[in-house]
């Protein structure tokens, strides 16, 4: 079983939706996470960091459940400029090492 | 101030070849990290340094592959020789300090990348 696992999409949605991402990770993947936007045949760079007591930046609100090792990313007023994929990502702790989920797909249509 | 750079951008080798990928970490990060993509795959962590130490390189996938970053500057990732499933995007990244990635200082920057191809 992966450590870290997403719905690969992809999702295509109109401008204005709002789409929810979900993630889940199993007991040895994290201390931390995180979700990275990563434009096609670019780099993943980071969107924001997820805490159990959500996380809000603009239109974007991250949540994490412990309890049910549950991971999840809310984009409101979706905006063409959203298009890319997002992954979900633990951080290793005493390994200091990133650990990926596949990635999910946006395509925000006009 | 300039990001993480790798080069080559790409790269296409026949198998049995050697490839000798690049990495030029931001100013003044310790750490150093290589993780790579193979088709349909996840991002995968390989090996992390600090400064010229190797961390951890528990991601390594066989003694082909072999990474240096001699003078904790720029770090080399050779594949020897290289097989087709070695094909895939192999990023770089870097780190002022070994913290969690939500504190500005342990956020990983990724290099764009180098993208082999093993035929």
């Known amino acids: 079983r992966k450590e870290v696992e997403q719905d690969p999409g992809p999702f295509n949605v109109p401008e204005g939706a709002t789409v929810a991402f979900n993630c889940t990770y199993s007991?040895?993947?994290?201390?931390?996470f995180f979700w990275y936007r990563q434009d096609c045949r670019k780099e993943p760079k980071l969107l924001m960091s997820?805490?159990?007591s959500g996380n809000e930046d603009g239109r974007f609100t991250a949540q994490l459940n412990r309890a049910s090792q549950y991971i999840s990313l809310l984009i409101r007023d979706s905006k063409l400029s959203d298009s890319a994929t997002y992954l979900c990502v633990g951080w290793g702790g005493a390994t200091n090492k990133l650990i990926f989920g596949t990635g999910t797909l946006l395509a925000v249509q006009p | 101030e300039a990001g993480v750079t790798q080069f080559p951008s790409h790269s296409v080798i026949e198998k049995g070849q050697t490839v000798t990928l690049r990495c030029d970490p931001i100013s003044g990060h310790d750490n150093l990290y290589w993780y790579r993509r193979v088709m349909g795959k996840e991002i995968k962590f390989l090996l992390h340094?600090?400064?010229?130490?190797?961390?951890?390189e528990s991601g390594m996938p066989n003694n082909r592959f072999l990474a240096e970053r001699t003078g904790g500057t720029y770090s080399t990732l050779k594949v020897q020789p290289a097989e087709l499933e070695d094909s895939g995007v192999y990023f770089c990244?870097?780190?002022?300090?070994?913290?969690?990635?939500?504190?500005?200082?342990?956020?990983?920057?990724f290099g764009p990348g180098t993208r082999l191809l093993v035929l």
């Open positions: 340094f600090v400064k010229e130490s190797k961390q951890d």
């Open positions: 007991n040895s993947a994290s201390q931390s």
């Open positions: 997820v805490y159990s």
């Open positions: 990244a870097s780190s002022q300090e070994t913290s969690p990635p939500s504190l500005p200082e342990g956020t990983q920057y």
